[in-house]
């Protein structure tokens, strides 16, 4: 009776609610429907009545992920370019906007417009000039090529959040650190660092997935050294025109889905935090 009361006078927030849920269900069931067909039979993957469960699951199509010889290495190519975008973007960032928020400095103003301005263009623009970039420095079929260019896309978003951050520290607690006789380095990594770290958590996990799942710069930057591709470029080897292996697709997408849902699960709480405190600024 009390929750049918509810339901009445809040008519409202119920509504709002199962909307929320109705969204998130249609979110999910692409995911759902990858883990599916990851664990279905060739036969009824291939099968032209497609049902949302299967009755004989298998694990043919992640042993034929798993058996692939080239497979491991892509996963720690991922890994490597991952992880270097999002140590490299978050240090460079946090250093970008404690400069541009704590000094004053010309052309302030039209740094940070440009910051802006690189976030709009779109990427797929910019992939030609940085094939050639890349070639005219020799690092064309080598990891550095993918990580360079995702740590300069990841750089105006991780400025522009940061920002907020480092501007909600009193200047206070900078001056008080200086009279108690702390250099400017001491400041910058035992105070600033620890109080921002929730809005580097937050870019962070933007830069990661990023890089995990880039397939546009693995596929123009790694041509003919197939040792330095990543997870995404896996994919292509279980998709041919003729006969492409959906299964294997499917289960190459979950292998490689793991990964970023760990990382988010491990930051979740830092994450949430720093998006807080960033729409809160």
Same mark, same amino acid.
């Not at 370019?81 to 999002?86: E, I, K, L, R």
């Not at 995702?150 to 009279?179: C, D, N, Q, T």
């Not at 921002?196 to 710069?217: H, M, Q, R």
């Given at each position: 009776?009390?929750?049918l009361?509810?339901?009445v006078?809040?008519?409202w927030? &119920?509504?709002?609610?199962?909307?929320?849920?109705?969204?998130?269900?249609?979110?999910a069931?692409p995911?759902?429907?990858?883990?599916?067909?990851a664990?279905?039979?060739a036969?009824? !993957?291939?099968?032209?009545?497609?049902?949302p469960?299967t009755t004989?699951p298998?694990?043919?199509s992640?042993?034929?992920v798993f058996?692939?010889q080239? &497979?491991g290495?892509?996963? =720690?190519?991922?890994?490597?370019v991952?992880?270097a975008?999002?140590i *490299?973007?978050?240090?460079?960032?946090?250093?970008?906007?404690t400069?541009?928020?704590?000094?004053?400095?010309?052309?302030r103003?039209?740094?940070?417009?440009?910051?802006?301005v690189?976030?709009? =263009?779109?990427?797929?623009?910019?992939t030609?000039?940085?094939? &050639?970039l890349m070639?005219? *420095?020799?690092?064309l079929?080598?990891?550095?090529s993918?990580?360079?260019?995702?740590?300069a &896309?990841s750089l105006?978003?991780a400025?522009?959040?940061l920002?907020g951050?480092?501007?909600a520290?009193?200047?206070?607690?900078e001056?008080?650190a200086y009279l108690?006789g702390a250099?400017? *380095?001491?400041?910058?990594?035992? !105070?600033l660092?620890?109080?921002v770290?929730?809005?580097?958590v937050?870019?962070? =996990?933007f830069?990661f !997935?990023? *890089?995990?799942?880039d397939f546009?710069f693995?596929?123009?930057? !790694?041509?003919?050294?197939?040792?330095?591709?990543?997870l995404p470029?896996?994919l292509? %080897?279980?998709?041919k025109?003729?006969e492409p292996?959906?299964g294997?697709v499917?289960?190459?997408?979950t292998?490689?889905?793991?990964?970023?849902l760990?990382?988010f %699960?491990? %930051?979740q709480?830092?994450?949430?935090?720093?998006?807080?405190g960033a729409?809160?600024?």
């Amino acid at each position: 009776m009390n929750l049918l009361r509810g339901l009445v006078a809040r008519p409202w927030r &119920f509504a709002a609610e199962a909307t929320a849920l109705l969204i998130a269900a249609l979110v999910a069931f692409p995911l759902y429907w990858m883990v599916l067909s990851a664990f279905k039979p060739a036969g009824e !993957i291939e099968s032209t009545e497609a049902r949302p469960w299967t009755t004989a699951p298998s694990l043919d199509s992640f042993r034929r992920v798993f058996e692939q010889q080239e &497979f491991g290495r892509y996963f =720690v190519n991922s890994l490597v370019v991952a992880g270097a975008v999002v140590i *490299a973007s978050a240090l460079i960032a946090f250093l970008a906007a404690t400069a541009v928020t704590r000094f004053r400095f010309r052309f302030r103003t039209t740094l940070l417009i440009m910051f802006l301005v690189a976030q709009m =263009v779109p990427v797929e623009a910019l992939t030609i000039p940085l094939f &050639f970039l890349m070639r005219d *420095a020799g690092q064309l079929n080598t990891l550095g090529s993918l990580i360079l260019p995702h740590i300069a &896309f990841s750089l105006p978003f991780a400025i522009w959040m940061l920002r907020g951050f480092v501007k909600a520290v009193p200047e206070a607690l900078e001056e008080a650190a200086y009279l108690d006789g702390a250099s400017r *380095a001491r400041f910058l990594w035992q !105070i600033l660092f620890p109080l921002v770290l929730p809005g580097l958590v937050a870019t962070s =996990v933007f830069s990661f !997935i990023s *890089a995990w799942n880039d397939f546009l710069f693995a596929k123009s930057f !790694i041509i003919s050294d197939t040792s330095q591709s990543t997870l995404p470029m896996a994919l292509l %080897v279980f998709y041919k025109p003729d006969e492409p292996d959906w299964g294997g697709v499917m289960a190459a997408s979950t292998v490689m889905t793991i990964p970023v849902l760990v990382f988010f %699960v491990l %930051v979740q709480r830092r994450l949430v935090s720093g998006l807080g405190g960033a729409v809160k600024d």
